[in-house]
Every structure is written in structure tokens, then in C-alpha cells.
């Protein structure tokens, strides 16, 4: 079976590059890293630099190219322009918003290795984004402390092979696939050798930001393992689905990989119903089923994300008169030191 899905992989998935095209990792290290590079390629007038400036100090601008392009063109309204470009409120320190939100400092067992859960645990695979989002909840997360190099990787690797009620490895990050594929099949390997493990889920936005990421090397050691593979990707807005996102969803697939999406409930990015009616649509066109959609974690530079628990829940209820149910994203919020996330 295996097998077969390596051939299939192999031969009807190839996704390799032709001499003229960057490949996922020239395109990652060419990306925007300069406000005012954002704002000039986007045609936004200069008022917005001064703001872009004060959020870029706090956490740095990053846009690669593939992204960029399906930004419109000198509207600060874009949905996908939102996510990306630092404004001056980020400074702002309202009440309740922290640098942890999710108090993850408090369940690290092993370097690199988050367990909150029963059941599953997470691994901080990489400690880099191809994108940084605005709004993220890791946007002040001690990375240099948990990336472990392969050596440093064996006191998670034996936490997990000495917990038998663990049955799910999930590779997040950062963004797990910026990680090479060397060292992705490496841990993938350790993993499987691990027999109570039975699946590997990745959380990533990378075949989002950029879909030349899955590529052949990719594809090579995902359709190989043994265990179940699943895929949640982060998608905010249905702009954010162009055919190459398609093309890498039908890749991911062919590997193997059931493919979910979890999305976060951003203000004046997709609080609307017709807007979040129309990402499930689209998400179900490129063979993704929702799977969450979370209201924001209160992050430290994030409050104008927000929207309240109480507009969510009404958002949601009028999106059942819109969606079959199987196209209906759960609305939780993750509050800390509760034993899974909490529908809302
Ligand atoms: S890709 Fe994910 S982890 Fe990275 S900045 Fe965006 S939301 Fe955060």
C-alpha cells in the first residue's frame, strides 16, 4: 500500500522546478522584510510607514512573494494585507493580553516538546514562519530555547517512547516545514520507530504561503511513513486559495494526508458571515474540511484582532443557515489548563 503511494507520489505528483523558478527556499529567504519595501510594493500611501515601523520593532515583518501577489493593490483593506502588515497598535498594552496567552511555558517536559493534552503532544520542529502573522499567539515565543538540534531531540524522543498512552506526534512550530526535509524525515523516522505512535499530524501554513513547498523531497518521506498523516493547514480568508494552494493541497493528498483547516477569527479580516460561508466553500473545493475556527488568543500586540465571544457566537449561528453541517468550522477558545479546547 505504502508502496503504491510512493509510485503514485512519484509519478503523477511531481512537482519539480524548472531552472527559472525559485525553489521554496530562495523564495522564503527573498522575502519582504522591510516595511517600507511592503508598503512601496503595495502602493500604500506613506502614512502607513511611521505604524508599520513601531509593529515591525515588536516582531518583524516577513511576506514572501507568492503571498504578496494576491494582495490587491493599494487597498490597507485587503484581507490578506491585514494579516501581514505591522500597524502602531501593536504597541498598545491593554489589559489581559500577555506574552503567553496559553501559558505553554508551564507544560514543556522535554526541550522542544509541549504536553497538554492527553494523548498527543507537540514538537517545535522549527523555529522559523515563511510568514509572520500578525496576530500569532507564538509572536513572542522563546524559540531559541526550544530548537533543538538532533542530539537534543533524544529527550523528547524518550519521553514519548516511555508514555504509551501518547498515540499522536504533532509537528508544529514556528512552521514545521520550514524545516529542511532532511531533517524532517529524520524525526519523521524516529517517530514511526516509536510503536504506541499511530499519527503524525502537521500544523502549517506553508503550502498556504508558499506551495512550491510541497515538492518532490516533500512528498517523498510524508507518503513513506507509516503513520496516519494529517494536515492542518491555517487559512484565513478564501483569497488565500489560489490554484497553486489547490495544486499543493492535491499533492499533500496523494501523499496520503487528510487535510484540515483551522482558522482564527481576525477583526476586519473574516468577521463576516458571507466571508467565512465563502472560505468553507472554497476550502471544501481544494479538499480541505474546517476544522476549527478560534476566536484570537489574547497576544500581546494582537487586541485589534479581536472580536468579542459574544459577535462570534452570533457569527457562527448565522453561518448554520449558509453551510451543511459538515462545512461548519467548531468555534473554541483555548484557555490554559483546561484539558482541551473549549467550544464556545
Ligand atoms: S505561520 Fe503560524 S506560527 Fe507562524 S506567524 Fe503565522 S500563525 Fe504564527
Known amino acids: ?15 519539480r522546478h524548472s531552472m527559472d523558478q525559485p525553489t521554496w527556499q530562495q523564495q522564503l529567504s527573498n522575502a519582504i522584510r522591510d516595511p517600507q519595501i511592503l508598503c512601496e510594493r503595495l502602493g500604500l500611501s506613506r502614512d502607513w510607514l511611521a ?8 516582531f518583524d515583518v516577513c511576506v514572501p512573494e507568492a503571498y504578496l501577489n494576491r494582495i490587491a493593490y493599494a487597498d ?9 502588515i505591522p500597524l502602531g497598535e501593536e504597541a498598545l498594552t491593554p489589559h489581559g493580553y500577555v506574552d503567553d496567552p496559553l501559558e505553554e511555558a508551564q507544560h514543556r517536559p522535554a526541550k522542544g516538546l509541549i504536553h497538554k493534552y492527553a494523548g498527543r503532544v507537540l514538537l517545535i520542529a522549527s523555529p522559523n514562519c515563511a510568514i509572520n502573522c500578525r496576530y500569532c499567539f507564538r509572536r513572542h515565543f522563546p524559540y531559541s530555547d526550544n530548537s533543538p538540534s538532533r542530539a537534543q531531540w533524544q529527550e523528547a524522543l524518550d519521553y514519548l517512547r516511555s508514555d504509551t498512552t501518547i498515540h499522536e506526534a504533532i509537528l508544529s512550530g514556528g512552521d514545521p516545514l520550514a524545516a529542511n526535509d532532511r531533517q524532517l524525515a529524520w524525526l519523521v523516522e524516529q517517530l514511526e520507530s516509536i510503536p504506541h ?14 506551495p512550491d513547498r510541497v515538492d518532490d523531497a516533500l512528498l517523498g518521506w510524508l507518503a513513506s511513513t507509516r503513520l496516519q498523516k494529517v494536515v492542518v493547514l491555517h487559512i484565513n480568508h478564501a483569497n488565500e486559495i489560489d490554484q497553486a ?24 479580516v473574516n468577521d463576516d458571515v458571507t466571508t467565512l460561508a465563502t472560505l468553507s466553500e472554497r476550502l471544501f473545493e481544494a479538499g480541505i474540511l474546517p476544522y476549527y475556527l478560534h476566536v484570537l488568543d489574547p497576544v500581546q500586540g494582537a487586541a485589534h484582532f479581536d472580536v468579542p465571544d459574544s459577535e462570534a457566537r452570533e457569527l457562527v449561528a448565522q453561518l448554520r443557515d449558509y453551510l451543511p453541517g459538515f462545512l461548519m468550522p467548531r468555534l473554541v477558545r483555548e484557555i490554559p489548563g483546561r484539558e482541551s479546547k473549549t467550544p464556545l
Open 245 to 268: 494552494v489547490v495544486d499543493a493541497c492535491a499533492r499533500l493528498k496523494q501523499a496520503g494526508a487528510t487535510l484540515l483547516n483551522q482558522s482564527v477569527l481576525l477583526r476586519d
Open 197 to 210: 505512535l499511530k499519527r503524525l499530524r502537521i500544523h502549517t501554513r506553508l503550502p498556504v504561503v508558499i
Open 51 to 58: 505604524g508599520a515601523q513601531i509593529g515591525h520593532e515588536l
Open 1 to 15: 500500500m505504502q508502496e503504491n503511494i510512493i509510485i503514485a507520489a512519484s509519478e503523477t505528483q511531481s512537482h
Open 76 to 84: 490597507i483593506n485587503d484581507p490578506l494585507l491585514r494579516q501581514v
